[in-house]
C-alpha cells in the first residue's frame, strides 16, 4: 500500500506536472469519490510506466479522453478537434513520464532505481472494480472529471 | 551566426514542444533535427554538423546517458555540447551527467524561459570557441529578439 508521504510526493508531482506543463489543475483525492460520482464511460488514454531496482512499483493512469484532448491541444497548439489518437498517446505517455519521474526523484534521491518506458494506448471505458485487484485504487480530480491511477507493487 | 540543433526524445510531441520552444526564444537556427533516441542522433551526427544536442535520458534502443558516451568517445563530436533535458531528477543522475560531460541538465516540466536560458549560455560559449576559430560572427540571439 502506498504511504502516506508518498501520496503526498506523488500528488506534488502531479500537480506540478499538469501546473508546469498543461496549465491544468489536477489534485489527488485523499480516498475514493463515492460510486455514484463515478463517470467511467468514454475512452480514456490508459498509460503504464514502472520503475525497477531498490524500490519498485507499476503505475498505471486512466486519462479521460476529454483530459488528454485538452492537455494535447494546449501542449502542441492545435486544434483540439485535429489532434489524432497517436498525439494523445505521445502526450499523456508523456505526462506520465514526468509524473513517475518527478516522483521518483524524490522517494529516490540517490537515484538507484530506473525508471521505465511508458506504454499507452486508448480504451473503451473503464471499471474501478476491474482493476482494483492489480493494486491500489487513486483519484485525481480535474476539470475533465477524476484521472484513476492504479498503484502496484 | 545560426546553429544547427539536434533534439532527442522518444517523444515525437516533446521533440515538437522544445522545437517550438527554441524558435520562440529568439537563437538563430540554422538546421533543426530531431531523433527518437541516441542511436538515431548518433547517426545524424555522422550526416551533419550539429552545434548542439538536447536530449532526453530514458529512451528506448539507446539513452541519453549512453549517447553521450559516444559522443565523449568520438574525436570529432566530443566537443559539441550536449544539454539533457529529462524527467530524471535525482541529484545522483544529474551529477552523474555533468561529471560524463554534459553542458547542462534542465528537468522537466520545465518553463520554456529555462530553456531558452541554459540554450544561449550553452551557445553563447559555443559561440565564443568557434568565434576563436573562425571569427567576426553575430551572437547567438539578438537582445530584443526573444519571444517569451
Redesign the interface.
Known amino acids: 500500500m502506498i504511504s502516506d508521504s508518498e501520496r503526498k510526493q506523488l500528488n506534488a508531482s502531479a500537480v ?2 499538469f501546473g ?2 498543461y496549465f491544468t489543475p489536477v489534485e489527488l483525492l485523499p480516498e475514493l469519490p463515492a460510486r455514484d460520482s463515478w463517470q467511467l464511460e468514454g475512452q480514456y488514454v490508459k498509460t503504464a510506466i514502472s520503475y525497477a531496482g531498490p524500490r519498485q512499483a507499476g503505475l498505471c493512469f486512466y486519462f479521460p479522453r476529454s483530459l488528454a484532448v485538452s492537455v ?1 491541444g494546449g ?3 492545435v486544434e483540439e478537434a485535429a489532434i489524432s489518437d497517436q ?1 494523445l498517446i ?2 499523456m ?2 505526462a506520465a ?2 509524473i ?3 516522483f ?3 522517494i ?5 532505481c530506473a ?1 521505465g ?1 511508458p506504454v499507452a494506448e486508448v480504451v473503451h471505458g473503464f471499471s474501478p472494480d476491474g482493476v482494483s485487484q492489480e493494486g491500489e485504487l487513486l483519484t485525481f480530480i480535474s476539470d475533465f472529471g477524476f484521472l484513476w491511477m492504479v498503484h502496484s507493487v | 551566426m545560426a546553429f544547427n540543433i539536434l533534439v532527442v526524445d ?5 521533440r ?2 522544445i522545437r ?1 520552444t527554441v524558435a520562440m526564444s529568439g537563437v538563430q537556427v540554422g538546421e533543426f533535427r530531431e531523433a527518437g533516441n541516441g542511436k538515431e542522433a548518433l547517426l545524424v551526427l555522422e550526416d551533419a554538423w550539429m552545434d548542439v544536442v538536447l536530449t532526453d535520458i ?3 534502443e539507446m539513452g541519453g546517458v549512453e549517447f553521450l558516451r559516444e559522443v565523449k568517445k568520438n574525436q570529432v563530436l566530443r566537443n559539441i555540447p550536449v544539454i539533457f533535458i ?8 544529474m551529477d ?1 551527467v555533468v561529471s560524463l560531460g554534459a553542458a547542462a541538465y534542465i ?5 520554456p524561459e529555462k530553456i531558452k536560458a541554459v540554450l544561449l549560455d550553452v551557445l553563447t560559449k559555443a559561440y565564443a570557441t568557434r568565434m576563436a576559430a573562425e571569427g567576426g560572427a553575430p551572437p547567438p540571439v539578438a537582445a530584443d529578439e526573444a519571444d517569451f
Open positions: 506540478e506536472v508546469t506543463m494535447a501542449f502542441l497548439g498525439q505521445d502526450t505517455r508523456e513520464n514526468m513517475v519521474g518527478n521518483l526523484g524524490q529516490d534521491p540517490v537515484g538507484e525508471l518506458i | 522518444d517523444s515525437e510531441t516533446m515538437a514542444v517550438k530514458n529512451m528506448p529529462s524527467t530524471e531528477s535525482s541529484q545522483a543522475r552523474e528537468k522537466k516540466p520545465f518553463m
